[in-house]
């Protein structure tokens, strides 16, 4: 299994909106809606911002947004504020009940 | 509230086994979910290690599964990872965490993480 597929760079001005794309397979991303989003800011741990494509946990703001097409799934950031800029890391469940994460898109706040 | 804090060596030899605990705490360990490691290696993404059930099924990366052992205590609230043959490349952040039953019951989406521990492999 190869990780998924991520940009190494997204940037954007404040108020922007940004779009990360995440590639995968007809055997990770295709066939399920498990696709799950992860904001990690320097030395600290990962927080998941998307479950099951499109789905806030509570308390993450609503200028996150995820979908999914085919292989490929995406995470928009939606006017785009300084606190966005961070790592973001997509991650699926596998149809072999594994895990699988991207290599990750460090998004920059012009 | 559920906290994790992983425990172990910051050092291992190359060719030796690195071993590491995870401490629930706020939480029972029983409650009927899976529990995961997974790994970081400096400056680069997560890497999924496996997940483990309370019973003790497991299921690991299919990269790692000939070197990894994940087992359970339930009496202690802990569950434990062990690599063996480490290598340079196996130096990373070890982090355990819980994968939300109420999000998927397919553990995938993890939603509580430990602080992290760098483990180094080096002599």
Same mark, same amino acid.
């Given at each position: 299994q190869s990780a998924l597929t991520q940009p190494a760079s997204v940037s954007g001005s404040p108020g922007q909106s940004i779009t990360i794309s995440c590639t995968g397979t007809s055997s990770d991303i295709g066939p399920h809606n498990y696709v799950s989003w992860y904001q990690q800011h320097p030395g600290q741990a990962p927080k998941i !911002? !998307?479950?099951?494509?499109n789905n806030r946990p509570s308390?993450?703001?609503?200028r996150f947004s995820g979908f999914k097409s085919g292989n490929t799934a995406s995470l928009t950031i939606s006017g785009?504020?300084? @606190?966005? @800029?961070a790592d973001y890391y997509c991650s699926c469940y596998t149809s072999w009940t594994t895990v699988l994460f991207g290599g990750g898109t460090k998004v920059t706040v012009l | 509230q559920l906290q994790l804090q992983e425990s172990g060596p910051g050092l291992v030899k190359p060719s030796d086994t690195l071993s590491l605990t995870c401490t629930v705490s706020g939480y029972s360990i029983n409650s009927g979910h899976y529990w995961g490691w997974i790994r970081q290696p400096p400056g680069k993404g997560p890497e999924w290690i496996g997940n483990i059930y309370p019973s003790g099924s497991t299921y690991y990366n299919p990269s790692l599964k000939s070197r990894v052992t994940m087992s359970v205590d339930r009496s202690k609230n802990q569950f434990f990872l062990h690599l063996t043959?480490?290598?340079?490349?196996?130096t990373a952040v070890y982090t355990c965490a819980r994968p939300n039953p109420d999000y998927?019951?397919?553990?995938?989406?993890?939603?509580i993480w430990g602080q992290g521990a760098l483990v180094t492999v080096s002599s």
């Open positions: !911002i !998307i479950f099951d494509v308390g993450v703001s609503n785009l504020q300084a @606190e966005d @800029e | 043959s480490v290598t340079a490349a196996d998927n019951t397919r553990p995938y989406a993890f939603d």
